[in-house]
């Protein structure tokens, strides 16, 4: 789907505050991401009918937003959190990454106190 140039200019605009406040990580996996590197993903996606709107994008990296898809956001979440035996690898990496991400800001948090 071909956006026009203001269309282009809002998505960067709400990519980039997504990633301000989300404190430049990747909503799903947590891993640090630059401006560079950014996607917006849609939380609910444009295929079944999200807007691209400041309140539908979080800042994501592109191998989440590349896996997401269409998928709704809370199945998305459910495979990476509690992925099952017959959950695809990518998921499961997906968690590893974020179980890493979160234990590093822990022993940062720790080790600042």
């Given at each position: 789907?071909l956006?026009?140039?203001?269309?282009?200019?809002?998505?960067?605009?709400?990519?980039?505050?997504?990633?301000?406040?989300?404190?430049?990580?990747?909503?799903?996996?947590?891993?640090?991401?630059?401006?560079?590197?950014?996607?917006?993903?849609?939380v609910?996606?444009?295929?079944?009918?999200?807007?691209?709107?400041?309140?539908?994008?979080?800042?994501?990296?592109?191998?989440?937003?590349?896996?997401?898809?269409?998928m709704d956001?809370?199945?998305?979440?459910?495979?990476?959190?509690?992925?099952?035996?017959?959950?695809?690898?990518?998921?499961?990496?997906?968690?590893?990454?974020?179980?890493?991400?979160?234990?590093?800001?822990?022993?940062?948090?720790?080790?600042?106190?």
């Open positions: 789907m956006r026009t140039k203001t269309e282009r200019a809002f998505l960067r605009a709400y990519r980039e505050d997504a990633l301000r406040s989300q404190g430049k990580r990747c909503y799903y996996c947590l891993d640090r991401i630059c401006f560079v590197t950014v996607t917006g993903d849609h609910r996606a444009r295929a079944n009918g999200g807007p691209t709107s400041r309140e539908n994008i979080v800042a994501a990296c592109q191998w989440c937003n590349t896996l997401k898809g269409d956001v809370e199945a998305f979440m459910r495979l990476i959190l509690h992925p099952s035996e017959y959950t695809p690898d990518a998921f499961w990496l997906i968690k590893a990454r974020r179980f890493v991400n979160i234990r590093d800001a822990m022993q940062a948090k720790m080790a600042a106190e």
